[in-house]
């Protein structure tokens, strides 16, 4: 694989990272085939892999899976999603990220992180307590960089200038969706983070399964029915994903290596997570690091979705920022009476 500088970080990093979800009990709870797609992964040139506190058992089994080959990898964990029950397992505040750090490196077996990311922003808690809290971290050893997830364009902004005049870590990364099905982040996510020498590792470049074209337009499945995945009955979406499987086709190519080699191809990206659950999902995803799209395939993609636009949304987006809440849009009640 070609690898790509992370950043300024000085640490470079594969096109395809391996994103550990999906090993868990909840995805594939099978250590032994955990261990076999993680040393397949590596032998394939993969060097970062990313997991979360938040994924289940994840770490416990991507701490089993890396021994002997922990020093291989870029480890990089995160913070901030919902814990159990308890109301202070969760968010950026210092309290937190101090517990949260010991546990996640109790649970990977390591001694440090090479990047601990705040998975959503937490519009609760002062950026420069989170940052100040980070920051101590890595001036620990216990983490070596720092980097946010599904943050705001303008809070990129808010959060660089605060690690500038506090004199603090100053994220390094960026964690983003991104997808043939949701550009918007082109319009100033990926400009932004690039103004300020971050990388890029954008989640779900499959959209939840709907890129692999297992989604189709008359079909019912049980994803489909499923709650969690609103965005998967989205009729809009679907009608993008029937215009896009015949360029697929036509390009000679599955429309999941057409969405992934799409996702890569952006100057702004530096890596794209693959979730794969099975040995037979990983083999069929490391061959998309082989394909490059012509301008005539990009030409029509941007056709079916435009650039910085979107065909509605991920169910798992970060999409609610504070200005937008029903309690700071709109007056308590009491005070429209007294009006």
């Known amino acids: 694989m070609q690898y790509r500088p992370l950043g300024r970080t000085g640490i470079r990093i594969s096109p395809f990272a391996l994103g550990a979800m999906m090993f868990s009990s909840f995805g594939n709870g099978d250590q032994e085939e955990v261990n076999r797609m993680v040393s397949r992964a590596l032998d394939a040139g993969i060097n970062l892999i990313d997991t979360a506190d938040a994924y289940g058992d994840s770490e416990e089994m991507l701490g089993r899976a890396l021994k002997g080959r922990r020093d291989d990898i870029v480890l990089a964990s995160k913070f901030a999603r919902p814990i159990g029950d308890e109301v202070n397992h969760q968010g950026g505040s210092r309290r937190w990220i101090v517990a949260?750090?010991?546990?996640?490196?109790?649970?990977?077996?390591?001694?440090?992180?090479?990047?601990?990311?705040?998975?959503?922003?937490?519009?609760?808690?002062?950026?420069?307590?989170?940052?100040?809290?980070?920051?101590?971290?890595?001036?620990?050893?216990?983490?070596?960089?720092?980097?946010?997830?599904?943050?705001?364009?303008?809070?990129?902004?808010?959060?660089?200038?605060?690690?500038?005049?506090?004199?603090?870590?100053?994220?390094?990364?960026?964690?983003?969706?991104?997808?043939?099905?949701?550009?918007?982040?082109?319009?100033?996510?990926?400009?932004?983070?690039?103004?300020?020498?971050?990388?890029?590792?954008?989640?779900?470049?499959?959209?939840?399964?709907?890129?692999?074209?297992?989604?189709?337009?008359?079909?019912?499945?049980?994803?489909?029915?499923?709650?969690?995945?609103?965005?998967?009955?989205?009729?809009?979406?679907?009608?993008?994903?029937?215009?896009?499987?015949?360029?697929?086709?036509?390009?000679?190519?599955?429309?999941?290596?057409?969405?992934?080699?799409?996702?890569?191809?952006?100057?702004?990206?530096?890596?794209?997570?693959?979730?794969?659950?099975?040995?037979?999902?990983?083999?069929?995803?490391?061959?998309?690091?082989?394909?490059?799209?012509?301008d005539e395939v990009l030409d029509r993609i941007d056709a079916i979705v435009p650039p910085g636009t979107g065909v509605g949304r991920m169910d798992q987006e970060y999409n609610t920022p504070p200005i937008l809440s029903a309690a700071l849009r709109r007056r308590p009640a009491q005070d429209r009476a007294a009006a």
């Open 100 to 294: 949260a750090v010991e546990n996640s490196l109790r649970r990977l077996q390591t001694d440090h992180l090479d990047l601990y990311q705040m998975h959503r922003p937490d519009p609760e808690t002062d950026i420069e307590e989170t940052l100040s809290a980070l920051t101590d971290l890595v001036r620990s050893g216990k983490v070596r960089a720092i980097g946010s997830s599904d943050m705001p364009a303008s809070e990129i902004v808010e959060a660089q200038w605060v690690s500038e005049r506090r004199g603090l870590e100053r994220f390094r990364t960026e964690q983003p969706h991104y997808s043939l099905l949701d550009r918007t982040i082109e319009r100033e996510v990926l400009p932004v983070a690039q103004r300020y020498g971050m990388g890029t590792v954008i989640w779900s470049p499959l959209a939840s399964g709907m890129l692999t074209g297992r989604i189709r337009r008359g079909q019912e499945t049980d994803l489909r029915r499923t709650r969690m995945f609103a965005a998967l009955r989205d009729e809009r979406r679907i009608d993008a994903v029937e215009e896009l499987i015949p360029l697929a086709e036509e390009a000679g190519m599955s429309l999941t290596h057409m969405a992934l080699a799409f996702v890569i191809a952006h100057p702004g990206v530096t890596a794209a997570l693959i979730g794969p659950r099975t040995m037979e999902q990983l083999e069929d995803l490391l061959a998309a690091a082989e394909i490059t799209l012509s």
